[in-house]
């Protein structure tokens, strides 16, 4: 399950930024973009996340996933199509083997959603 690893390197990106910041925010969800020719499978990932961030600053906080699309390029039609993960990944028109992905093997940190802490003067 490569979902731990990510999660394991995804907490530790978040962390290193949460440690530079001055007055730390309250982190309510971290956005990801996925692709889906990376594999990756977004109910473990959520799993995994959960899992990982019990007892930790992370707890409690949401994650979103936003799924994309694999699509090719041919060159020789000069032409987009959707490949079948697993099944199909030539041209659909002129069987030419896949060369070009223009989407599809995303795996990042799009945002995080934080509340600032507000400090009340007394």
Same mark, same amino acid.
């Given at each position: 399950? =490569? ?11 978040? &962390? ?8 730390? #925010?309250?982190?309510? &969800?971290? =956005?990801?973009?996925v692709?889906? !020719?990376?594999? +990756?499978? #977004?109910? *473990?990932?959520? /799993?995994? /996340?959960? *899992?990982?961030?019990?007892?930790? !600053?992370?707890?409690?906080? @949401?994650l979103?996933? &936003?799924?994309? #699309? ?11 199509? =959707? ?5 199909s990944?030539?041209? #659909? ?5 896949? @060369?070009? %992905?223009? *989407?599809?093997? @995303?795996? &990042? %940190?799009?945002?995080? @959603?934080?509340?600032?802490?507000? +400090?009340?003067?007394?």
């Open positions: 399950m =490569h979902e731990t690893d990510m999660t394991k390197a995804l907490i530790m990106t978040v &962390k290193d930024w949460y440690s530079s910041q001055e007055s730390q #925010p309250q982190i309510q &969800k971290v =956005h990801l973009v692709g889906k !020719f990376t594999c +990756v499978e #977004p109910a *473990s990932l959520q /799993f995994t /996340f959960r *899992s990982q961030t019990q007892n930790t !600053f992370l707890e409690g906080v @949401e979103v996933i &936003k799924e994309t #699309p694999l699509i090719a390029f041919c060159h020789t039609c000069q032409q987009e199509y =959707h490949p079948e993960i697993g099944i990944y030539a041209c #659909p028109t002129c069987n030419k083997p896949m @060369e070009d %992905i223009r *989407s599809g093997r @995303e795996l &990042k %940190i799009d945002r995080l @959603e934080c509340q600032q802490m507000e +400090v009340a003067s007394i």
